[in-house]
């Protein structure tokens, strides 16, 4: 499915913002994300798999807090890192 | 090009300060990781090639990277330190920032020491590719009161730091904790004791407390094995085999104080160190006092100090100098450099004699290393 990420992670990506990764789950599409593209899934959820404090994930535009949320193949997914602070 | 290397740490990257060993010319290479958080940068003296760096963007999690091309490329942790997932639905650590670095000794030549915010210490041994808690001090039922609690921490977190090794026995460990205080381990990390007596802690409301101090900066040297300490109401030094931390501070001027961040040792002498006082006064504003900013220097293992400020502001200079935002070179006269939050960076190449900008407009300065290059 598309995944849609911000420009802080498009180090991880050849500077591609719109990818593809699949999952049955939020938690296999991040982990699936990882082995694409290593490092990017603990920039994103912390060691106790949460969600970073100013990281959003939306599936189809609406936000999403939990890991264990199922997926369907034509999902999208985005994620968002907050920008705030100088 | 084999050399001299002064790596500045900031909050917008890392910069590479470029010389020979004659210390005239200088250039800069940089920025690395431009727009991250760079706590600590630090060259591998034990090949003089390899370069770890502690690298958070904004709100990203936290990470490493390491060069082994002297920061021509770089690569991150595969496994960047973290904290074990709690079992059951507890509420578990995570790692907020990768805060300090330190080498391993020279017989384990992959070995790195990691200290992070919130308290933990990790280990390599891979030369910073994977990163592993040490169990005997992140997994210590005590751990938690001697920090303090995460309610306690400073405003940006507490912080793990200081890594040293013993120079007559690396398995001799100690770290700085703020808060916590000093800790030393024996056994490469498998237990921990406290080492804070002496210690004023003027926050705690036990005066001989175990734990919980503010240690700022603590320094072993890597010949005698001396330890001394900057913490957040002085400058100790502890002569084994006595149990207790001796106020050295108490000899500097009583204007000046003995608040400030950083400490640093001569290489080689074990009597000489120099500290970068700062007003501790009223809300703590940190800077230096009066505005007039200076190192102190002592060369009788504190006894007495004397003022360096030639070449300094000798007014209206309102920056601070952060813990790990001062450090020597090997070289003989000793060359010294301290970065600031104003971002710049000055060094004495005369052991403080004389002061001299190495460069201006830079980030905010969070570490500054220097180290000879292969």
Known sequence: MKVVLPTPLAEYTARRREVEAQGATLDELLRDLDRRYPGIRFRVVDEQDAIRAHIKIFVNRSQESRLARPLAPDDEVLVVAALSGG | MPGLRVLVGTRKGLFVLKSDRRRRAWSMEGPHFL???????VLDPRDGRTIVAAVRAGHLGPTVYRSQDGGKSWKESARPPAFPKAAGGAKGFSVSHV?????????????????????????????????????????????I???????????????????????RDPRHLYIGMSAGGA??????????????????????????????????????????????????????RFDRPASRWERIGRAMPKKIGDVGFPLVLHPRDPATLWVFPMDGGTVWPRVPIEGKPAAYRSRDRGATWERQDEGLPRAQAWYT?????MGADPLDPVGLYFGT????????????ERWDCLCLHLPHVYSVEAALAA
């Open chain 2, 35 to 41: 727009g991250q958080i760079v706590n600590h940068a």
């Open chain 2, 183 to 236: 800790f030393e381990s024996r056994d490469a990390g498998a237990t921990w004791s406290p080492m804070n007596r002496g210690c004023a802690a003027d926050f705690l409301p036990d005066p001989e407390a175990e734990y919980g101090h503010d240690v700022h900066c603590l320094r072993v040297h890597p010949r005698s094995g001396d330890l001394y300490q900057q913490n957040h109401c002085g400058i100790y």
């Open chain 2, 321 to 325: 100098v952060k813990r790990q935002a």
């Open chain 2, 99 to 143: 805060f300090w670095l330190t080498p391993g000794p020279a017989d384990a030549p992959g070995r790195w020491y990691a200290g992070t915010s919130p308290q933990g210490l990790f280990v390599s041994d891979d030369g910073g590719r994977t990163w592993d808690g040490v169990a005997g001090f992140n997994e210590h039922p005590d751990r």
């Open chain 2, 145 to 167: 009161t001697w920090i303090g609690g995460l309610q306690e921490a400073p405003p940006d977190g507490g912080t793990l730091h200081s890594i040293n090794l013993d120079p």
């Open chain 2, 341 to 352: 939050t104003g971002g710049e960076v000055w060094a004495s190449f005369d052991e403080g």
